[in-house]
C-alpha cells in the first residue's frame, strides 16, 4: 500500500511529487513573508503595521526543502515597526536604522543622541514573551515591549543608569530630554492608537503619579540630608502637608513630596511631582536641579523607582 507519508512506499513518480509540492509550499512561505515585509514597509495603516510586524516577529521563513540565506532576526522586525511607528507620526526622522556590513543586522539610534548611544531589541525567550529595548555597548534594557498581550513597561533602573549617570557628564541635559521623549512618544502612539498598557514610570508627568521608591521603610536619615542639601542650595524642605514626610518647591510652580503612603497598615514610601501643565516627571527633576540628582543617587539603593517586578525583577 502507498503511503505518502512514508516515502519508501512511493513510486519515483510520488517521491519528486512530494519534493515539488514542498518546494512550492516553501516558496509560497517566501511569498507570504515579502507581502508582510510590504505591509510593514509601505503601510499608512496604524493596524495593518501592527499587524504585520506581530506576524514577523514570530515568522519561520526555512523550510525542510526552501532555505533563504540573508534574513534578519526577529527583533529587527521590532526595531521596522517602531521606526514605521514613529514615521507614521511625522517622527520618523528622530531615529536612523543602521544595517551591518556583510550581514542581515539592524541597529537604530535616536537622531538626537547620535553615536552616544544604539540601540536594538532582544528577544525575551521565557513564558513572558516579548522583546527588550536595549543599548548596546551598556546592555541596559530601557523598555519591555509585547506586541500579543498589548503591553509595554519603561525600566526606571536602566533610564536612570544609562541617562542620569553614565551620560550626564558628556551630554547636555536638553539633549537627553529630547532623546528619552523619543521613547516617551512611542509608548504614548501605543496606547493611544492601539489601547496598550502603558507604564510610564519615572518618565510619567502625571500629577497623580506616585513613584514607589524600594524601600518600603525608609530610614530617616535619607529624608534628613535632602533638609541639609536643600538649605545648602537656597530651597527650603518643610514637613509633608499630613505631618508625614516632606516637600520641597523648586520653583516655577514645581513641588515635590516624599511621603509615606501608607495602605491597609502598610507602609510605601513615595515621591510625587506636581506642576501646573503637568509637564514634570521625576526624571526631568533629575535632570534639572543637580541637588536632587546628588541625594537620589547617593541613597539609590533606598530611593530607587520601583519598575513592574514581574518584567525587570
Partial sequence: MINEN???????????????????????????????????????????????????????????????????????????????????????????????????????????????????????????????????????????????????????????????????????????????????????YLKEDYGYSVDFNILDAANRQNYAVRSTDLPAGVVDRLFVMAAQNDYMLTNGVNGNGAEIALGRGIVVDIFNNQLDGQPEWVLTVHDDDQKISWFDVLLRFDFMRDWYLENLTELEITSDPLIFG
Fill in 6 to 188: 512514508d516515502p519508501s512506499t512511493l513510486t519515483t513518480s510520488g517521491r519528486l511529487l512530494n519534493y515539488n509540492n514542498a518546494i512550492k509550499d516553501g516558496l509560497q512561505t517566501g511569498l507570504r513573508f515579502t507581502e508582510l515585509m510590504d505591509q510593514l514597509i509601505k503601510t499608512t495603516d496604524p493596524d495593518e503595521l501592527v499587524t504585520a510586524a506581530t506576524e514577523l516577529a514570530d515568522f519561520t521563513l526555512d523550510s525542510d526543502f526552501v532555505t533563504f540565506p540573508h534574513q534578519y532576526s526577529h527583533a529587527d522586525y521590532y526595531l521596522l515597526f517602531m521606526s514605521r511607528m514613529l514615521e507614521l507620526h511625522d517622527q520618523g526622522k528622530h531615529v536612523i536604522l543602521q544595517s551591518r556590513d556583510h550581514h542581515e543586522e539592524l541597529t537604530q539610534q535616536l537622531t538626537p543622541l547620535g553615536d552616544r548611544g544604539t540601540f536594538n531589541f532582544r528577544v525575551e525567550t521565557s513564558e513572558n514573551g516579548g522583546v527588550y529595548y536595549r543599548e548596546r555597548a551598556t546592555g541596559q534594557f530601557l523598555f519591555y515591549l509585547n506586541l500579543e498581550r498589548k503591553m509595554f513597561r519603561f525600566n526606571s533602573h536602566a533610564l536612570t543608569q544609562l541617562f542620569i549617570i553614565d551620560l550626564h557628564d558628556s551630554v547636555p541635559a536638553d539633549t537627553i530630554k529630547a532623546s528619552v521623549g523619543i521613547l516617551v512618544d512611542f509608548a504614548r
